[in-house]
C-alpha cells in the first residue's frame, strides 16, 4: 500500500474547549475522570487514545508506539469544559447525585468539577417527556435559542481563552424522530427554527450552533440531531468533522464482539433476547416508549447489518432480535443485561448461550467520550470534514454516507480506525496478507 503523505495536521496549541449539553452520569463521570487522572489518583481505562499502541510497518520492526505518541493529539492539561442542563446543579452536585464514582473520589476533584456550572439549556419538554427543569432558555424561537447558544459559546471561549473547541452530546435520549422536509436544507432549516417548527428538535439546535461557530460535533445518544442534509452540508462546507450516534458501550459492545465471531464460523442463530434493568436518570428517561423507541432502533439495527441475512438466508433469516430497558431505581447506575442467544450448529442442532453483564453504564461510556473529543480535534486540524466512518468505532449506530451500509463488526471498526492514523501518517496501511514473512 503506497504512503499518502499529504495529510497535513496542524499541531495541538493552546487550550480545547470541551461543550456538552448534558451534565450527566455519562459526562460527570467523564470529566471527574479526567481531573483525577491528571492528579495522578486514577488510570484512562478504556482509553484508545491514552492507552493503546498503533502497529506500524511489518510485524518483524518490532514498532508499536502509543496511539499518543504517533498522531498529535491534545492533551488532558488542556481540556477545558463547559456545558448546558435543565437543572442547576454544578458538575459536583450532578455526580454526587449520580452516584457513579465514590465520594472519596469526588471529593478530591470537588474544586474544578464545582467550577462547572451548566449554562441555560434548549429544552423541549416534547421531546424528552419524563424529566423538567428550572435552568431553560425561555424567550423567543428556536432560532433565538440558537443565537443565545452561539453567544454562549463566544462567551465560554473567550472565558476560557480556547485555542480550538469540541462539542458532544451527552443529554437525554430525545423522542424518535425521523428527518422531515424541513432538515433537507441549511434554509429550510433556520425558517422552521424561525416559525418554531415542532420538527426542530433541541439537540440539533445545539449541533447547529456548534457548526456555526466552527466546532465538530459528536453525538453520544440515538437521537437524529445531525444525521439530516441541512446540517451534514453544513459541517462539510464548513470543513468540520461530525460523528455519532449512541455510544457502544454495555450490551451492544457485547453483541459486537460476538455476532462477528457466530458469522466468522457460520453457526446459524434463531434469536437473540436482550433485556436490562436500570435506574439511573437514563433508565428513567428511557421509560417513556418514545426516547426508548430511538434508543431501540440503534440496538436493532446492528445484528443485521453484522449478520447480513440477505447473504446467509439459511444461518439468519429467521432470526427473532428482541431489546428490552426496564428502569429499576435500585440499581442506580450499576445496569445488568441478560442476553439469551439461540444458535444453531452442524445439521441445526441448537445450543444456547447466556450473558449476564453487570455493568456500570457511565464507566464504560467516560473514555469513549475522552476519545472522540481527542480524535475529533486531530481530525478538525487534519483538515478531515463530514461523517467521520473511522470513528464508527464507538457507536451503536455509526453514521454513514447515503448508500452505504453501517460497518458493526468491532474488529472492523478498529481495523479502520487503526488504518485511518497509519493513513494521517503516511504510514503503509496493514492489510494482514503477510505472504512476505514466507517468501
Ligand atoms: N452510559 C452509557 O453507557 C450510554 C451509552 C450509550 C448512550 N448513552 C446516552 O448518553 C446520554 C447521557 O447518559 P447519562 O447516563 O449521562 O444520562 P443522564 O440522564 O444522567 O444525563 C443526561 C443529562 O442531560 C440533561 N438534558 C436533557 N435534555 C437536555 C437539553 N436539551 N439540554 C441540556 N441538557 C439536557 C438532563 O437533565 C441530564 O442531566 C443519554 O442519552 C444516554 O442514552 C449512554
Same mark, same amino acid.
Given at each position: ?302 445484528? =443485521? /447489518? @453484522? #449478520?447480513?441475512?440477505? *447473504?446467509?438466508?439459511? &444461518?439468519?433469516?429467521? %432470526?427473532?432480535? !428482541?431489546? +428490552? ?35 456500570? =453504564? /457511565? @464507566? #464504560?461510556?467516560?473514555? *469513549?467520550?475522552?476519545? &472522540?473529543?481527542?480524535? %475529533?480535534?486531530? !481530525?478538525? +486540524? ?38 485511518? #492514523? ?6 503503509? &496501511?496493514?492489510?494482514? %496478507? ?6
Amino acid at each position: 500500500m503506497s504512503n499518502q503523505e499529504n495529510v497535513k495536521i496542524a499541531p495541538a496549541q493552546g487550550k480545547l474547549g470541551v461543550l456538552i449539553p448534558g451534565i450527566g452520569a455519562v459526562s460527570t463521570t467523564f470529566m471527574a475522570g479526567v481531573e483525577a487522572i491528571k492528579r495522578g489518583i486514577g488510570q484512562p481505562i478504556g482509553s484508545l487514545t491514552q492507552l493503546a499502541t498503533i502497529r506500524l510497518g511489518k510485524r518483524t520492526e518490532n514498532r508499536s508506539p502509543y496511539i499518543k505518541d504517533f498522531v498529535p493529539l491534545a492533551n488532558l492539561d488542556d481540556l477545558v469544559f463547559g456545558g448546558w442542563d435543565i437543572y442547576e446543579d454544578s458538575a459536583y452536585q450532578a455526580a454526587s447525585k449520580a452516584q457513579v464514582l465514590e465520594a472519596s473520589l469526588l471529593e478530591k476533584v470537588r474544586q474544578p468539577l464545582e467550577a462547572i456550572r451548566p449554562m441555560k439549556a434548549v429544552f423541549e419538554q416534547d421531546y424528552v417527556r419524563l424529566i423538567n427543569g428550572p435552568n431553560v432558555k425561555t424567550q423567543g424561537t428556536k432560532f433565538d435559542k440558537a443565537q443565545a447558544l452561539l453567544e454562549d459559546i463566544k462567551n465560554f471561549q473567550q472565558a476560557n481563552q480556547v485555542a480550538r473547541s469540541v462539542m458532544i452530546w451527552c443529554g437525554s435520549t430525545e423522542v424518535f424522530h425521523k428527518p422531515s422536509e424541513v432538515h433537507q436544507t441549511l434554509a429550510s432549516f433556520e425558517e422552521a427554527m424561525k416559525r418554531n417548527d415542532p420538527e426542530i428538535a433541541p439537540s440539533q439546535i445545539y449541533a447547529y450552533a456548534a457548526l456555526l461557530s466552527g466546532i465538530p460535533f459528536a453525538n453520544g445518544a440515538p437521537n437524529l440531531t445531525h444525521d439530516i442534509p441541512a446540517l451534514l452540508d453544513l459541517a462539510r462546507e464548513r470543513n468540520l468533522p461530525v460523528c455519532g450516534k449512541d455510544f457502544k458501550t454495555g450490551q451492544t459492545f457485547m453483541k459486537t464482539l460476538l455476532a462477528p465471531g457466530f458469522k466468522a464460523r457460520m453457526l446459524g442463530m434463531s434469536g437473540w433476547f436482550s433485556t436490562n434493568i436500570l435506574g439511573n436518570r437514563d433508565g428513567e428517561v428511557l421509560h417513556d416508549p418514545g426516547s426508548f423507541k430511538s434508543k431501540e432502533e440503534t440496538k436493532l439495527s446492528v445484528l =443485521d /447489518s @453484522i #449478520l447480513q441475512p440477505h *447473504l446467509y438466508p439459511m &444461518l439468519y433469516k429467521d %432470526l427473532y432480535h !428482541a431489546v +428490552r430497558i426496564n428502569y429499576y431505581p435500585p440499581r442506580g447506575d450499576a445496569k445488568e443485561g441478560w442476553d439469551n442467544i439461540d444458535i444453531f450448529g452442524w445439521l441445526g442442532y441448537p445450543m444456547q448461550i447466556k450473558i449476564d453483564f453487570l455493568c456500570r =453504564d /457511565s @464507566i #464504560l461510556a467516560a473514555p *469513549l467520550v475522552l476519545d &472522540l473529543i481527542l480524535f %475529533l480535534d486531530l !481530525a478538525q +486540524r487534519a483538515g478531515m470534514r463530514g461523517i467521520q466512518e473511522w470513528l464508527s468505532f464507538y457507536f451503536k449506530a455509526p453514521m454513514h454516507a447515503p448508500g452505504l451500509y453501517p460497518e458493526h463488526d468491532i474488529f472492523i471498526q478498529l481495523m479502520k480506525l487503526k488504518n485511518t #492514523l497509519r493513513w494521517m501518517r503516511g504510514e503503509d &496501511l496493514i492489510t494482514h %496478507l503477510g505472504l512476505e514473512y514466507y517468501d
